[in-house]
Nanobody, 116 residues
Framework: QVQLVESGGGSVQPGGSLRLSCAAS????????INWYRQAPRKERELVAW????????NYADSVKGRFTISRDNAKNTVYLQMNSLKPEDTAVYFC?????????WGQGTQVTVSS
């Protein structure tokens, strides 16, 4: 079955960096777009970035452009989200998602807290 497992979250000071990982299994990884979302307290879940199966197609939310980088290693069935110059407003639970057969599959999420 489809499984997504996020890791790499933590607490950092403003201006710091974190790298999130999303390890996938249960589907042909290289054939699917993978999305990173985040949800801050009392806010709706928002799309942060996505990457195509080959890695050639990438897009970012305006709020993270120039600070976050999404990448993937299809040999390891893993997508990464490198987050630099973190701000307090980046504090959220970060999730990865894949859509397969019209069904959304989500990981359990990883908490990112940016605070001084």
């Amino acid at each position: 079955q489809v499984q997504l497992v996020e890791s790499g979250g933590g607490s950092v000071q403003p201006g710091g960096s974190l790298r999130l990982s999303c390890a996938a299994s249960g589907f042909t990884f290289s054939s699917y777009i993978i999305n990173w979302y985040r949800q801050a307290p009392r806010k709706e879940r928002e799309l942060v970035a996505w990457i195509s199966g080959s890695g050639a197609g990438i897009n970012y939310a305006d709020s993270v452009k120039g600070r976050f980088t999404i990448s993937r290693d299809n040999a390891k069935n893993t997508v990464y989200l490198q987050m630099n110059s973190l701000k307090p407003e980046d504090t959220a639970v970060y999730f990865c998602k894949v859509v397969k057969g019209g069904v959304d599959y989500w990981g359990q999420g990883t908490q990112v807290t940016v605070s001084s």
